[in-house]
């Protein structure tokens, strides 16, 4: 750490305030598309610009054009494109080289792609030393277990030859940023560094570069997620099909946001707040309706004791869900929430019945359900819908919209006599959904992501089901296109009464949807309750770290 | 199959189809073949058999554009007339490779367990005979013809489509789409005729077109070495072999039959692949 430091003193030349990469007005071009319509801003020293936005607002050809990596193929312009004096635009490739790593640090957001799988993180975390004929083969090593202590790598020497498929995901991206700033760059540009990432590891990551803004490094943060944003960014632009439509001090764009886009996007973003309002802004219901009233009496799903063991590839069994039990009533939402490798997906699967459990067993309406044999299912598997967090795989390529949701149709407790009543009643039930008649013939392949869920969502509907089993429904959805779906959710919950068993790793998500909410760790309910309850007065010692984990809003500066 | 879900990238095959000359000209040639196959009367004037000692070993020349044989036949019309049988081994080997290849494929993914590892062994001892050698063991046993030139062809090239086969059901199996079929309720049957073998069998077809040129080849192989379809048949290979005694002194015997065999290999081979580009587009 004393060396990051002493370093820092002597090359830092800018004075805080005043502007290290100045943008203006950059336009990139592939062919005749331009995906950034001339964007200007600036990076200054000890402080974060973070460049919100949606897939394809352009925002991450922005961080690429900052470290010259836009491709062959891309066309440049700027009036004016400078790190602290340097003309970024006149770099050739090898100028580049030699900027990159050394001025800029570029941290990517998946870390086990951007790593060599076939080297070792140590010498992946000190190629840029190498690169930069950074000290000898002596000082080096030296210097990575220096830079991988003071990104939080627990027992860095270690770490340092082991391989990147070795390592934990946060690891793995703790090891990229390491990588990053091995040279003490000046500005560090993190394209949706803690995309993908758990809730708690996310914030360790986001106190990583934060400590690094404090040393006085320029962070340009890329994120799609504005929670995180609040969490670290000093300024705020929002970007919008290639340009900013609105640029500020992080405190007024999140809290006071002026311009509609930004308005509609923080709307969208569920949280403790949005229970019960809807996410997409200014739209209500076809039909004004009151919430259907949740049936106490017996429960439409109810899990005894869940009980799932894998042995792994060194022969010990791993028990992935472990005493599980859970029930679900008609008309409600449970929630199920916890991080990767907690046990809510295979505690998802086996409620369906596509996984057997070793112990325990499930019931529907009171009546066995896991227990049954396949055969003795299949007639009542109408009952429980299920919608995937991947869509297109769920769906058959050869198939179109329209056949996927005919065949669903096929498999309820009425299905369609004719030709004609099939065509009407998919044609019904896509519009329930909210897609139209000239989507009935098309391949899921040609839809967006979100035009995708609604057509899992149709399917799911199809066979008149009592409960849809939603696995990370949203979690591949941009937030203005995950409040639609939600939004989507809610109304068909109002409308037909139908239950969620609801599974995601977002809290917001899972606060916004959930009636009451089971919290899994390690295969294990850690708490569970009313969704007010735990968001509110968790009691788990593992529910406060996760809540004091979750980046919010409130949090801008 | 519907057609909108193909059509983006069957555009595209169009737009290929219109720059890339070598697809349109290989379509052209398997065309001509197809029609020789079919009518072989409406390309040739006189019939293979037709002798003319007086007109033996002729160089090719405008009315013999192929030649004449040690007989006086016109070549250019053998080769004709040959089409059929040589495409019909083609068809007949890569059928009974495919067939035997989707048993074994589909059983061994399905099954696993002892069953997948007892036909994949099986598959690995066959793979350790080069195919040509495995069709001489057929041949061997029951003696040259047609039928037996189909069926050793056939079993010589099926190892490798079954292996082909198997992976890919092991591959379709874990699709994200048939386990939603299974929560539908679809019997496993079903799931299993409408999902899982046509999605496995997609790549395959490209594969098969592929096939059929390599079959004609090894079919003809064997042929010139006195080992498939005796003459005086027309069929291509045997026209090798009954041209290999006078390769010397009449080299048109050995080397156009020779190149309408390789070009025809060419140009199947050459469609088989666009096919396989597009239905990889398709397939994303």
Redesign the interface.
């Known amino acids: 750490m004393t060396v990051v430091a002493s370093k820092q003193a002597s090359t830092r030349q800018v004075a805080p305030g005043q502007a290290l990469l100045s943008v203006q007005n950059l336009r990139v071009a592939f062919g005749e598309t331009e995906v950034v319509k001339g964007i200007s801003f600036t990076a200054r020293p000890g402080s974060c610009l973070a460049i919100v936005g949606e897939s394809g607002s352009g925002k991450s050809v922005t961080a690429r054009t900052l470290v010259g990596l836009t491709g062959g193929d891309a066309r440049v312009a700027a009036d004016r494109l400078d790190l602290d004096g340097t003309d970024l635009l006149a770099l050739g490739e090898r100028a580049w080289r030699r900027t990159r790593g050394k001025e800029i640090g570029f941290v990517l957001q998946d870390a086990l792609v951007s790593l060599d799988q076939l080297r070792r993180v140590g010498a992946e975390v000190g190629e840029p030393l190498e690169l930069h004929d950074w000290g000898d083969r002596r000082s080096r090593p030296e210097r990575v277990v220096e830079l991988l202590t003071s990104v939080g790598v627990p027992e860095p020497e270690m770490r340092a030859r082991q391989r990147p498929y070795e390592l934990s995901g946060g690891l793995r991206q703790r090891a990229l940023i390491a990588s990053a700033i091995a040279l003490d760059p000046r500005l560090v540009i993190a394209d949706e560094p803690t995309t993908a990432l758990d809730v708690t590891v996310q914030a360790q990551v986001l106190d990583l570069l934060a400590a690094s803004k404090e040393r006085g490094t320029s962070i340009i943060l890329i994120s799609h997620d504005l929670s995180v944003v609040a969490r670290l960014a000093d300024e705020v632009a929002v970007m919008r099909d290639g340009e900013i439509v609105e640029h500020g001090v992080s405190r007024q764009v999140l809290c006071d946001p002026q311009h509609e886009y930004t308005r509609a996007l923080l709307d969208a973003v569920p949280s403790e707040h949005t229970r019960g309002v809807r996410l997409v802004r200014g739209t209500s219901p076809s039909t004004p309706r009151e919430r259907r009233p949740i049936d106490r009496g017996r429960p439409l799903l109810e899990g005894r004791h869940l009980t799932k063991v894998y042995r792994g590839p060194d022969g010990v069994d791993r028990t992935v869900v472990d005493d599980v039990s859970f029930e679900l009533y008609a008309g409600e939402t449970l929630g199920i929430v916890g991080e990767s490798g907690s046990g809510k997906t295979t505690t998802a699967r086996i409620a369906?019945a596509?996984l057997e459990a070793e112990g325990g067993e499930v019931l529907l309406r009171g009546e066995p359900w896991s227990t049954l044999t396949?055969r003795e299912?299949?007639?009542?598997?109408?009952r429980?819908?299920?919608v995937?967090q991947?869509p297109?795989?769920?769906?058959?390529?050869?198939?179109?919209v329209g056949?996927i949701v005919a065949?669903?149709l096929s498999?309820g407790p009425n299905p369609p006599s004719s030709a004609e009543e099939r065509r009407t009643r998919v044609l019904g039930l896509l519009q329930k959904v909210g897609l139209g008649e000239h989507q009935v013939?098309?391949?899921p392949?040609?839809l967006s992501g979100g035009q995708r869920q609604r057509v899992a969502i149709a399917?799911a509907l199809a066979?008149e089901p009592e409960l849809i089993v939603c696995d990370e429904p949203v979690s591949a959805l941009d937030v203005s296109v995950q409040a639609q779906v939600l939004d989507l959710l809610t109304d068909l919950q109002d409308d037909l009464g139908v239950s969620y068993l609801f599974i995601s790793h977002d809290l917001g998500v899972i606060h916004h949807m959930s009636d009451r909410v089971l919290v899994m760790k390690d295969g294990k309910v850690v708490e569970r309750g009313t969704a007010d309850d735990i968001f509110t007065r968790p009691q788990d010692p593992y529910t406060q770290r996760l809540l004091t984990a979750l980046p919010r809003l409130e949090q801008a500066s | 199959m519907s057609a909108a879900t193909l059509s983006p990238a069957r555009q595209r095959t169009g737009i290929r189809l219109a720059v890339r000359p070598a697809t349109v000209i290989a379509g052209a040639f398997v065309a001509l073949v197809l029609l020789a196959a079919v009518a072989p009367g409406l390309l040739a004037s006189g019939t293979p058999t037709q002798i003319d000692l007086t007109n033996a070993l002729a160089t090719p020349s405008w009315s013999h554009p192929f030649g004449t044989d040690e007989a006086g036949r016109d070549l250019l019309t053998r080769v004709i007339y040959g089409t059929r049988l040589s495409l019909g081994i083609g068809l007949g080997a890569t059928g009974i490779a495919m067939s035997l290849a989707i048993v074994l494929g589909f059983v061994a993914g399905l099954a696993g367990g002892f069953v997948d590892t007892v036909i994949t062994r099986v598959l690995e001892v066959f793979f350790a005979f080069p195919a040509l050698l495995a069709a001489l063991l057929v041949i061997a046993i029951f003696g040259p013809s047609v039928t037996t030139s189909i069926v050793a062809v056939g079993l010589g090239s099926m190892p490798g489509y079954a292996r082909m086969v198997r992976g890919q059901v092991l591959n379709v199996r874990q699709a994200g789409y048939i386990e939603s079929a299974h929560a539908l309720g679809h019997g496993r049957w079903t799931v299993l005729r409408r999902h899982l073998f046509p999605n496995a069998m997609r790549p395959l077809v490209a594969v098969a077109t592929l096939g059929v040129g390599q079959s004609i080849v090894w079919a003809s192989s064997l042929a010139f070495l006195g080992l498939g379809v005796p003459p005086p048949s027309p069929e291509w290979g045997a026209l090798l072999d009954a041209g290999r005694l006078y390769i010397t002194t009449s080299w048109w015997l050995e080397v156009l039959p020779g190149l309408v065999i390789v070009l025809f290999a060419l140009a199947v081979t050459s469609l088989g692949r666009t096919l396989q580009h597009r239905l990889e587009g398709a397939a994303r």
């Open positions: 369906l596509m396949q299912r299949r007639p009542l598997r109408n429980v819908g299920v995937y991947d297109l795989s769920s769906f058959d390529p050869r198939w179109s056949r065949d669903a498999r013939d098309v391949g392949l040609r399917r066979p």
